[in-house]
């Protein structure tokens, strides 16, 4: 949500207070909008120190219904935990993690446990990103080969990188690069940002005609394209 401020007039500055059960953090650097935010199950707004605490409540007042739909969806979101019986996805199935002490720092599949040892706890988490990453090389790299052969759409190279905001992107020179995240999404929806992205090869933008390509490769794209918006928040912050 983003609001002009040209027309409102500069009121006292604080640091943080809290309006109406929303946390409110005021800035004294340029800030020319105003930001309303859900972090953790809880609404923040961002804005301007001069911003008048009595149109602020006025933003809260318009936004409850959407605060609320917002903070709902935050607490029925599956958070990812590295601890020992959580659940952990991994193309599309769930496991059990087991956390073990041992002498070797190894993380491997057994039956429905993902199952992680480790010289010291707290190499958890660094343990199954590393294995993770290697998991999506193996697994990446075939199927976005596959997927380019089927659709014949051609790419010249393919990037694996870890990112906080998006799964996947495509230069002007034919160059894929996808999140390793995916590999913890279900296999449909991987399947979908691949063709997603090798579509942007042959249309630059997300134009109707780009649309109409990506309905031509996957006639589900809206179904995962949605379970990727619901779903993949959890993941993508992983």
Known sequence: MK?????FFRASSSESTVIDNVKIVRSTKRLKTISLQIKNGVPIIYCPSYIKDSYLRSIIKKKQLWIKKKINLDKNREKI????????????????LL?????????????NSLVIHCTEFKLAKKNLVEWLKLEAKKYLVKRVQFVSSKIRINFKKLN????RAMWGSCSSR????LNWKL???PKKVIDYVIVHELCHIVEPNHSKSFWSLVEQHDSE???NKNWLKKNG???IKF
């Open 3 to 7: 609001i002009d401020l040209k027309k």
């Open 174 to 177: 034919s160059e894929i690069c």
């Open 233 to 235: 928040i959890e993941v």
């Open 81 to 96: 935990l590295i601890k020992n019986k959580s659940i952990f996805p991994f193309l599309g199935r769930k496991f059990t």
């Open 221 to 223: 794209y809206i179904e």
């Open 160 to 163: 694996l990188k870890g990112y």
């Open 183 to 185: 590999v913890m999404l």
């Open 99 to 111: 956390t073990l002490a041992s002498e070797e720092n190894k993380v491997f599949l057994k039956n």
